[in-house]
């Protein structure tokens, strides 16, 4: 339906509502339920709000309502439901599209309900109109309480409304064309108010303590009478222009006239004096052209000097998601006898409404009776009313509610939650920018008002101003905040109007910082830092007496000798009893048939306490329990034996957990809530300590927040001169204070500087002039010393790069080692150009991973690889990339190559093998399998298990093939490496082979964390511990677990989750990185128990050395016989090849007397896809028959994925 054609029902409804004589209208009978009708049809208008747009073109308030309003007030039903129509009509179009439409035709209708909106917002500029509201709003309010009915108080409250929707419409400000003291729409709208004496009543509600209930809508109200005035303007109206004015005025003329006598002599320059015959064209030399010759010039000489190759070209279109944010409000100078009565106006509220006001306003925000977001309202009256106190006649006393410490408060709360959302909430991040540029207003002038109070003759007043400050420069909280708007300035949401309002109240709070230190002498400030406190381990005696402490061979020997002579007595007593003890724990995670060693650990530290008569009980009890394989030795065991093999137990160095014994659960459960509740008082701990303005100072030093400067600096024209101040005092702290010019050496900085002093006017900027001067002098004397100082000018620098640009560089390689890797000495750079100069030449080979196996001193590849371009051996870092072919596509040929190749092998033993060793197009064995899976050849990957043959120990997967897990961590391991490089290990399938590839294998957790603390990743990996040691404890409280993600809220650990070193150790610990577009960070699965995810933890802090030891493979020998056969050297050497070295042993076959063993495998590393492989887990939790007694190491998780 056309908008322009008026509905057939809306527009009898409108004739029937009366017609327009002269100046006198006339209604009709059915008025009122025409009255009615409008609004019932506005109720049920469409989105396009075509009701409303209708009876706007119809010009129905103008030519109807208005005239009812004022003719027929008597008729107080007609009256009322006037202003209910009215009331709707004039809501502002925000309201009524919920917010500014992104859709072309909804921004259509948009705009055109706006556009009615200022038509009614003219047509209400008249004093017999208001005059009439006035009248209705006396009589309503001379009512008493206990005679004012329920639609009386209605009828205030619309009338409230109606005002507020006309004066909340927005001016047009293309349509007005109005100039400064020029009376707009809006000032004619104020004087009609003024007029007909609504100013005297809502200075009247907002004073009477029984009209409380309207302070939020008389609020509202004074806000958008003053909007888009300036408070300390309106404060000297009348007074007469002071002398400070008027040179301020001399010296922007001054200004001016110097740009233009400046531009009429360029001009006068250009031009000359008589015609030439001879243009000519003209050869640039040293300037080229498109192609690639010099370029020539067209034009004269004289417009050489303007030559850009920018020129005729169409700009760039900036994306509308990167355009800096539009100044939404604007300054204007109303009319002289408007702004008098809005000075007057203020005054008054001032002496009589205000702290009655403000308090009443606080008072609903803090109970919420208010509305959403109305504690804007509440600040901008804070920051207008105590500016034009300040400015008119400084009186503390007139906004003493506001002028406390709780206000401070208020407005820091209320700023922190308006960042806190700009920053998650990004689809109204505009929005949230504008309500922290209220917040940010009310801050400045808090501390302009606390400020001004320093320099009343007051004694009284000075004190309350040292209180104040005492309170606020002691919170932690008022020192960071300026830091923290400042790194998330964000020129895109938030206007250049903020940048200037934050720098101006930085440098008032900084000034005034400055001075309280210097008047006290020694500050003392809140410092608060958030600690996490680490849950107690309950630790039981055997623990401490064993597990501590580590004894030499001599102490056990001597040791034993007590020892042996109670263990005589006590296997000769028949009365020992086995029954009491229970070498296993019936409550703990781990299976019975898992806790052997920890039953042997038991039997150690009762060994060791000099309970033998309970190690023997214990020993007895455990050979009942597991009495397969003899680990404990077989039932007729003779009492010498027994001996013998106490005797074993006793020195064999067991691995022991680092966790805590589960044998009083309730007492630990019982610490653990109360732990918890103390973590949850003592989050952060709070501390006192020396304020130091320096240190504070340093904070600043930093390119986000120098940045921030530099952009305000650019439009140094439009600055006042105030501001201009407020940003060059910044960098001169910075530069002298600080010795930190070098932050200032930056290529769009110097070219600000140029356009600065080549600027006619430069005179009338002295300050900035002298300081530009000052940083290019330093520069210059820097640069005569490191002559890479211009090449630095292309970059934004932090503190680091500064001080080694000017002490040198290199100079930061002497941190602590925590921080940094170790330094190369003289020998280890001969030993690597010796390695890299042998080693570069030949074909095939990874440059880095040779001289990696051959450095004495343990490095990483990265740091091998950042040191060869340190000394000039190589060019970039990318000449360094690992080898790949790196396919990501299948074509058609090569599905059908894969095809066939499975039809082939899918009866061999090793079906995938065989397929990698015979495809064209080589791949990762991860590659493959997953295009096999969607191909629909195979329907699971089980089918693709190697399958092994029958062996003298049996695995525990049927028909000999590996173990889901295997297979899951080849895969696993192969996608971290390139697919070239996955490709050469699974060529090197022999067992020889794999002993020379030893080297090259994956890293474990623990050598991965020990290289990544060695590359400054101490704090990350702690980070990562904690959230490890913090995602088991909710596990095991909730008793249910659910994919955890690893949110990095520092730029350390930000960086660290980018490095791909750490990202391979968080996929050695089992954690899931994002499994498509929706996830962002890792995540811990929620298949890990609270133990494994303990377990994981402690491997992060633990050393190689100490990993290795936790390793060990033993084997109990009777008669202390210590060297193995031959077949045990055979079968242990094909052991080295299983995956982290499990706890095993095998039984010579044929040994007379079924003779046992006691010793150490060392640990082997994996061998991707060796054909020597044997399970893991499997074959560790389970011994077979025909074994020697085996203790099996702590038992290892195999971590997949969720999805899998």
């Given at each position: 339906?056309?908008?322009?054609?008026?509905?057939?029902?809306?527009?009898?409804?409108?004739?029937?509502?009366?017609?327009?004589?002269?100046?006198?209208?006339?209604?009709?009978?059915?008025?009122?339920?025409?009255?009615?009708?409008?609004?019932?049809?506005?109720?049920?208008?469409?989105?396009?709000?075509?009701?409303?747009?209708?009876?706007?073109?119809?010009?129905?308030?103008?030519?109807?309502?208005?005239?009812?309003?004022?003719?027929?007030?008597?008729?107080?039903?007609?009256?009322?439901?006037?202003?209910?129509?009215?009331?709707?009509?004039?809501?502002?179009?925000?309201?009524?599209?919920?917010?500014?439409?992104?859709?072309?035709?909804?921004?259509?209708?948009?705009?055109?309900?706006?556009?009615?909106?200022?038509?009614?917002?003219?047509?209400?500029?008249?004093?017999?109109?208001?005059?009439?509201?006035?009248?209705?709003?006396?009589?309503?309010?001379?009512?008493?309480?206990?005679?004012?009915?329920?639609?009386?108080?209605?009828?205030?409250?619309?009338?409230?409304?109606?005002?507020?929707?006309?004066?909340?419409?927005?001016?047009?400000?293309?349509?007005?064309?109005?100039?400064?003291?020029?009376?707009?729409?809006?000032?004619?709208?104020?004087?009609?108010?003024?007029?007909?004496?609504?100013?005297?009543?809502?200075?009247?509600?907002?004073?009477?303590?029984?009209?409380?209930?309207?302070?939020?809508?008389?609020?509202?109200?004074?806000?958008?009478?003053?909007?888009?005035?300036?408070?300390?303007?309106?404060?000297?109206?009348?007074?007469?222009?002071?002398?400070?004015?008027?040179?301020?005025?001399?010296?922007?003329?001054?200004?001016?006239?110097?740009?233009?006598?400046?531009?009429?002599?360029?001009?006068?320059?250009?031009?000359?004096?008589?015609?030439?015959?001879?243009?000519?064209?003209?050869?640039?030399?040293?300037?080229?052209?498109?192609?690639?010759?010099?370029?020539?010039?067209?034009?004269?000489?004289?417009?050489?000097?303007?030559?850009?190759?920018?020129?005729?070209?169409?700009?760039?279109?900036?994306?509308?998601?990167?355009?800096?944010?539009?100044?939404?409000?604007?300054?204007?100078?109303?009319?002289?006898?408007?702004?008098?009565?809005?000075?007057?106006?203020?005054?008054?509220?001032?002496?009589?409404?205000?702290?009655?006001?403000?308090?009443?306003?606080?008072?609903?925000?803090?109970?919420?009776?208010?509305?959403?977001?109305?504690?804007?309202?509440?600040?901008?009256?804070?920051?207008?009313?105590?500016?034009?106190?300040?400015?008119?006649?400084?009186?503390?006393?007139?906004?003493?509610?506001?002028?406390?410490?709780?206000?401070?408060?208020?407005?820091?709360?209320?700023?922190?939650?308006?960042?806190?959302?700009?920053?998650?909430?990004?689809?109204?991040?505009?929005?949230?920018?504008?309500?922290?540029?209220?917040?940010?207003?009310?801050?400045?002038?808090?501390?302009?008002?606390?400020?001004?109070?320093?320099?009343?003759?007051?004694?009284?007043?000075?004190?309350?101003?040292?209180?104040?400050?005492?309170?606020?420069?002691?919170?932690?909280?008022?020192?960071?905040?300026?830091?923290?708007?400042?790194?998330?300035?964000?020129?895109?949401?938030?206007?250049?109007?903020?940048?200037?309002?934050?720098?101006?109240?930085?440098?008032?709070?900084?000034?005034?910082?400055?001075?309280?230190?210097?008047?006290?002498?020694?500050?003392?400030?809140?410092?608060?830092?958030?600690?996490?406190?680490?849950?107690?381990?309950?630790?039981?005696?055997?623990?401490?007496?064993?597990?501590?402490?580590?004894?030499?061979?001599?102490?056990?020997?001597?040791?034993?000798?007590?020892?042996?002579?109670?263990?005589?007595?006590?296997?000769?007593?028949?009365?020992?009893?086995?029954?009491?003890?229970?070498?296993?724990?019936?409550?703990?995670?781990?299976?019975?048939?898992?806790?052997?060693?920890?039953?042997?650990?038991?039997?150690?530290?009762?060994?060791?306490?000099?309970?033998?008569?309970?190690?023997?009980?214990?020993?007895?009890?455990?050979?009942?329990?597991?009495?397969?394989?003899?680990?404990?030795?077989?039932?007729?065991?003779?009492?010498?034996?027994?001996?013998?093999?106490?005797?074993?137990?006793?020195?064999?160095?067991?691995?022991?957990?680092?966790?805590?014994?589960?044998?009083?659960?309730?007492?630990?459960?019982?610490?653990?809530?109360?732990?918890?509740?103390?973590e949850e008082l003592q989050v952060v701990q709070v501390s006192e300590k020396e304020f130091n303005f320096l240190d504070y100072l340093k904070r600043f030093a930093c390119s986000t927040i120098v940045r921030a400067y530099v952009l305000l600096l650019r439009s140094y024209q439009q600055n006042s001169a105030h501001t201009n101040h407020c940003v060059v005092k910044m960098l001169?702290?910075?530069?002298?204070?600080?010795?930190?010019?070098?932050?200032?050496?930056?290529?769009?900085?110097?070219?600000?500087?140029?356009?600065?002093?080549?600027?006619?006017?430069?005179?009338?900027?002295?300050?900035?002039?002298?300081?530009?001067?000052?940083?290019?002098?330093?520069?210059?004397?820097?640069?005569?010393?490191?002559?890479?100082?211009?090449?630095?000018?292309?970059?934004?620098?932090?503190?680091?790069?500064?001080?080694?640009?000017?002490?040198?560089?290199?100079?930061?390689?002497?941190?602590?080692?925590?921080?940094?890797?170790?330094?190369?000495?003289?020998?280890?750079?001969?030993?690597?150009?010796?390695?890299?100069?042998?080693?570069?030449?030949?074909?095939?080979?990874?440059?880095?991973?040779?001289?990696?196996?051959?450095?004495?001193?343990?490095?990483?590849?990265?740091?091998?690889?950042?040191?060869?371009?340190?000394?000039?051996?190589?060019?970039?870092?990318?000449?360094?990339?690992?080898?790949?072919?790196?396919?990501?596509?299948?074509?058609?040929?090569?599905?059908?190559?894969?095809?066939?190749?499975?039809?082939?092998?899918?009866?061999?033993?090793?079906?995938?093998?065989?397929?990698?060793?015979?495809?064209?197009?080589?791949?990762?064995?991860?590659?493959?399998?997953?295009?096999?899976?969607?191909?629909?050849?195979?329907?699971?990957?089980?089918?693709?298990?190697?399958?092994?043959?029958?062996?003298?120990?049996?695995?525990?997967?049927?028909?000999?093939?590996?173990?889901?897990?295997?297979?899951?961590?080849?895969?696993?391991?192969?996608?971290?490496?390139?697919?070239?490089?996955?490709?050469?290990?699974?060529?090197?399938?022999?067992?020889?082979?794999?002993?020379?590839?030893?080297?090259?294998?994956?890293?474990?957790?623990?050598?991965?964390?020990?290289?990544?603390?060695?590359?400054?990743?101490?704090?990350?990996?702690?980070?990562?511990?904690?959230?490890?040691?913090?995602?088991?404890?909710?596990?095991?409280?909730?008793?249910?677990?659910?994919?955890?993600?690893?949110?990095?809220?520092?730029?350390?650990?930000?960086?660290?989750?980018?490095?791909?070193?750490?990202?391979?150790?968080?996929?050695?610990?089992?954690?899931?990185?994002?499994?498509?577009?929706?996830?962002?960070?890792?995540?811990?699965?929620?298949?890990?128990?609270?133990?494994?995810?303990?377990?994981?933890?402690?491997?992060?802090?633990?050393?190689?050395?100490?990993?290795?030891?936790?390793?060990?493979?033993?084997?109990?020998?009777?008669?202390?016989?210590?060297?193995?056969?031959?077949?045990?050297?055979?079968?242990?050497?094909?052991?080295?090849?299983?995956?982290?070295?499990?706890?095993?042993?095998?039984?010579?076959?044929?040994?007379?007397?079924?003779?046992?063993?006691?010793?150490?495998?060392?640990?082997?590393?994996?061998?991707?896809?060796?054909?020597?492989?044997?399970?893991?887990?499997?074959?560790?939790?389970?011994?077979?028959?025909?074994?020697?007694?085996?203790?099996?190491?702590?038992?290892?998780?195999?971590?997949?994925?969720?999805?899998?």
């Amino acid at each position: 339906m056309d908008l322009y054609m008026m509905n057939c029902e809306l527009l009898a409804t409108c004739s029937a509502l009366g017609y327009l004589e002269g100046d006198a209208y006339h209604k009709e009978p059915d008025c009122l339920e025409s009255v009615k009708d409008l609004i019932r049809y506005l109720r049920y208008e469409d989105e396009t709000r075509d009701v409303r747009q209708q009876l706007g073109a119809a010009q129905i308030l103008q030519s109807d309502l208005l005239p009812i309003l004022a003719q027929h007030r008597q008729d107080k039903p007609l009256f009322d439901a006037v202003i209910r129509l009215m009331v709707n009509l004039t809501q502002p179009a925000l309201l009524c599209f919920g917010s500014v439409p992104k859709e072309p035709s909804m921004r259509h209708h948009f705009l055109q309900v706006l556009t009615y909106l200022q038509a009614y917002k003219e047509a209400f500029a008249s004093e017999k109109t208001f005059g009439v509201l006035s009248e209705t709003l006396y009589e309503l309010l001379q009512l008493g309480w206990e005679e004012r009915q329920e639609e009386d108080n209605l009828l205030i409250e619309r009338i409230l409304l109606l005002v507020r929707n006309i004066l909340h419409v927005p001016a047009d400000l293309d349509q007005e064309k109005r100039i400064d003291d020029d009376a707009s729409v809006h000032d004619q709208l104020l004087w009609a108010i003024h007029l007909s004496g609504l100013d005297d009543l809502l200075l009247f509600l907002a004073s009477s303590p029984a009209e409380q209930q309207w302070s939020l809508h008389v609020l509202e109200i004074i806000s958008l009478m003053f909007r888009d005035q300036n408070p300390e303007q309106l404060a000297r109206v009348g007074q007469g222009r002071l002398a400070q004015e008027r040179s301020a005025d001399v010296a922007e003329l001054e200004m001016l006239r110097q740009r233009e006598m400046a531009e009429k002599k360029a001009r006068a320059l250009q031009r000359g004096n008589r015609h030439s015959r001879f243009g000519g064209s003209y050869i640039v030399q040293g300037l080229k052209s498109i192609g690639e010759r010099d370029l020539i010039f067209h034009k004269g000489l004289h417009n050489l000097q303007n030559y850009s190759s920018d020129l005729g070209k169409q700009p760039r279109r900036i994306p509308k998601r990167h355009q800096a944010a539009q100044e939404l409000s604007t300054q204007h100078r109303s009319a002289l006898n408007v702004r008098l009565f809005l000075r007057d106006f203020c005054s008054e509220f001032l002496e009589n409404c205000y702290n009655r006001l403000m308090g009443a306003v606080k008072d609903h925000l803090l109970r919420e009776k208010a509305q959403e977001h109305d504690e804007t309202y509440y600040m901008w009256a804070l920051a207008f009313f105590m500016a034009f106190n300040r400015a008119a006649s400084f009186r503390p006393g007139l906004v003493s509610e506001t002028l406390s410490v709780r206000s401070f408060h208020f407005i820091e709360k209320n700023l922190t939650n308006y960042y806190e959302m700009m920053l998650t909430d990004r689809k109204e991040a505009r929005s949230w920018a504008c309500r922290m540029h209220l917040a940010l207003k009310a801050y400045q002038e808090l501390l302009a008002t606390v400020n001004e109070m320093d320099m009343s003759p007051d004694e009284a007043v000075r004190e309350s101003s040292r209180i104040i400050k005492n309170n606020i420069f002691y919170m932690m909280e008022y020192r960071e905040l300026f830091l923290t708007l400042f790194r998330k300035f964000d020129e895109r949401c938030q206007p250049r109007s903020f940048l200037r309002d934050l720098v101006e109240t930085t440098h008032l709070f900084l000034k005034m910082l400055e001075r309280f230190c210097r008047s006290r002498g020694n500050l003392m400030v809140q410092n608060k830092r958030k600690k996490r406190k680490k849950k107690k381990k309950k630790v039981s005696d055997q623990t401490v007496a064993s597990g501590n402490v580590s004894y030499s061979a001599e102490e056990l020997e001597a040791l034993w000798q007590g020892l042996a002579e109670q263990l005589q007595c006590c296997t000769q007593d028949p009365e020992l009893s086995v029954d009491s003890m229970v070498p296993f724990d019936a409550a703990s995670e781990i299976p019975v048939e898992e806790q052997r060693v920890e039953a042997m650990v038991r039997i150690q530290d009762c060994l060791l306490a000099g309970r033998a008569s309970q190690a023997l009980s214990l020993l007895r009890s455990a050979r009942e329990v597991w009495p397969e394989g003899d680990v404990f030795g077989f039932p007729n065991i003779s009492p010498e034996e027994e001996m013998q093999l106490l005797k074993q137990i006793l020195s064999a160095p067991l691995p022991r957990q680092q966790e805590t014994e589960e044998g009083d659960r309730e007492e630990e459960e019982e610490e653990e809530e109360e732990e918890e509740k103390e973590e949850e008082l003592q989050v952060v701990q709070v501390s006192e300590k020396e304020f130091n303005f320096l240190d504070y100072l340093k904070r600043f030093a930093c390119s986000t927040i120098v940045r921030a400067y530099v952009l305000l600096l650019r439009s140094y024209q439009q600055n006042s001169a105030h501001t201009n101040h407020c940003v060059v005092k910044m960098l001169h702290r910075l530069a002298h204070d600080l010795k930190m010019e070098a932050l200032l050496f930056q290529l769009s900085v110097f070219f600000l500087f140029n356009r600065l002093l080549s600027d006619p006017a430069a005179g009338a900027y002295k300050e900035l002039v002298t300081f530009a001067k000052y940083i290019l002098s330093k520069f210059f004397a820097l640069a005569t010393v490191n002559e890479k100082a211009f090449v630095e000018l292309l970059f934004w620098k932090n503190t680091a790069v500064v001080r080694e640009m000017t002490e040198g560089y290199g100079t930061l390689d002497g941190r602590s080692s925590s921080c940094r890797a170790a330094a190369w000495g003289p020998e280890e750079e001969a030993q690597l150009r010796e390695l890299y100069l042998t080693h570069k030449d030949v074909e095939g080979q990874d440059v880095v991973e040779a001289i990696l196996a051959h450095l004495n001193t343990a490095r990483t590849r990265r740091q091998v690889i950042h040191h060869l371009v340190r000394l000039g051996l190589a060019n970039s870092v990318k000449d360094f990339q690992r080898k790949g072919t790196h396919i990501v596509l299948w074509t058609e040929d090569q599905e059908q190559e894969l095809q066939r190749l499975f039809e082939e092998f899918q009866d061999s033993d090793d079906v995938l093998g065989h397929i990698m060793k015979n495809i064209t197009a080589k791949r990762s064995r991860a590659r493959i399998v997953d295009k096999l899976l969607a191909l629909g050849l195979v329907a699971e990957r089980r089918e693709l298990y190697k399958k092994r043959k029958k062996k003298l120990a049996p695995s525990s997967t049927p028909d000999g093939e590996d173990s889901p897990k295997d297979f899951q961590q080849d895969l696993e391991d192969e996608e971290d490496l390139p697919e070239e490089e996955s490709e050469e290990e699974d060529e090197k399938d022999e067992f020889l082979e794999g002993e020379q590839a030893h080297g090259h294998c994956v890293l474990s957790a623990a050598s991965l964390g020990q290289d990544l603390r060695q590359e400054g990743f101490s704090v990350p990996l702690l980070w990562l511990q904690n959230c490890l040691l913090r995602a088991a404890d909710d596990r095991e409280e909730d008793g249910c677990s659910q994919a955890v993600p690893l949110v990095p809220l520092t730029e350390e650990n930000e960086e660290a989750m980018e490095n791909e070193q750490f990202q391979q150790l968080l996929r050695k610990l089992g954690i899931r990185p994002p499994a498509s577009v929706q996830e962002t960070f890792w995540r811990i699965p929620a298949k890990l128990s609270p133990t494994q995810l303990r377990r994981v933890a402690a491997s992060l802090s633990q050393s190689k050395e100490e990993e290795e030891k936790l390793q060990p493979e033993l084997r109990l020998s009777i008669n202390g016989e210590q060297g193995p056969s031959e077949e045990d050297q055979q079968e242990n050497f094909l052991l080295a090849h299983k995956k982290k070295a499990g706890l095993e042993s095998m039984e010579e076959e044929g040994a007379a007397g079924g003779k046992e063993h006691l010793k150490v495998v060392p640990k082997k590393r994996q061998l991707l896809d060796s054909d020597e492989e044997e399970e893991g887990d499997e074959g560790r939790s389970k011994v077979p028959e025909l074994q020697a007694p085996v203790i099996p190491k702590k038992k290892r998780y195999q971590i997949e994925d969720e999805d899998e």
